[in-house]
């Protein structure tokens, strides 16, 4: 499919199907994490996409090896993956998918941040400067209206760490020589090397099986198949054809379906706070994620010249 200048009816669909896989991703990690330890499902999760992505690389022709002085960045995007999902899974076995939802993907903000220090030409603008405001206070909204034990604020904790720690993997593949990799590369030594890391650190957490039941292996193989080896590499196809900025957008509704999908198939609580937190999370996101309009581009720039 040729690269298209705008968002068009098949990428909204499947931008929207890619954001309830998400939300339903987590529902998944929650029931799984009650068969395996999470750490030790996480390792088990990149260890098998390592063969899916594999395979799909050697299709298409690609090499899986990196120039050597983009390796030590290739290492350490993949130390950042498996930091990220230690924190992630173990968010999900310690609270709710709605509060992991709203939390988690708050990544944006954090990501906002880095680059406007950090990354040449991604200053904030007055209008993600709000949506960051408008993200950063839902989350407030969420810690003051927390239920529950010290369990739940560690899962609370846990989830902005994982945000964050995503944030950091962004920005290592925008900001750093891994930039000049094919994403589907960088995805392979994400989980490359995240596998052993999580796999050896699983133990320092607990007993690696739980109760593993049927329900359980499938989960697995779900995590493994659909969301590593068929939606990630789907939604890197979609950002190869659609602008970045368009593909970015549909990020807010991700926390939406999270906390939807966490009441109508966990029978979790969602209080007037959550919902609150929630409604300025989402558009916070859209905010920071929205495109100025090429023509509002060019008027600031040549009201920007004028004024010099």
């Known amino acids: 499919m040729e690269k298209k200048t705008e968002m068009d009816r098949f990428g909204a669909l499947s931008l929207i199907g890619f954001a309830i896989l998400l939300a339903f991703n987590q529902v998944v990690i929650k029931v799984t994490n009650e068969g395996f330890q999470p750490v030790f499902f996480a390792g088990l999760r990149s260890a098998g996409a390592i063969v899916v992505v594999a395979l799909w690389l050697r299709y298409r022709g ?65 209008l993600k400067g709000a949506g960051l405001a408008l993200a ?36 290592l593949a925008k900001g750093t020589r891994l930039r000049t990799l094919r994403p589907e590369v960088q995805l392979f030594w994400q989980v490359l090397v995240s596998a052993p890391i999580l796999l050896v650190a699983a133990p320092l957490f607990g007993d690696l099986i739980r109760d593993v039941q049927a329900i359980h292996l499938w989960g697995l193989a779900f995590q493994i198949l659909i969301v590593v080896g068929a939606g990630f590499i789907f939604w890197l196809w979609l950002l190869s054809i659609y602008p970045a900025a368009a593909v970015a957008s549909f990020s807010f509704l991700t926390p939406v379906f999270g906390v939807g999908l966490g009441w109508l198939l966990l029978d979790e609580a969602v209080g007037a706070e959550l919902l609150v937190a929630l409604a300025l999370v989402a558009a916070g996101l859209f905010l920071i994620n929205r495109q100025v309009p090429q023509k509002v581009r060019e008027t600031r720039s040549s009201g920007a010249g004028g004024a010099v």
């Open 62 to 126: 690609l090499s899986l090896t990196v120039p050597r002085d983009v390796l030590p960045f290739a290492v350490l995007i993949g130390v950042a993956f498996a930091v990220e999902f230690i924190f992630l899974f173990i968010a999900l076995d310690l609270t709710t998918v709605a509060r992991t939802s709203v939390l988690f993907y708050t990544m944006p903000v954090w990501l906002a941040l880095l680059a406007h220090f950090f990354i040449p030409g991604e200053a904030l603008t007055p």
């Open 136 to 171: 950063v206070a839902g989350v407030v909204v969420a810690f003051a209206g927390r239920q529950g034990g010290p369990a739940s604020l560690a899962g609370d904790l846990l989830s902005i760490a994982g945000a964050m720690s995503w944030a950091s993997l962004a920005f």
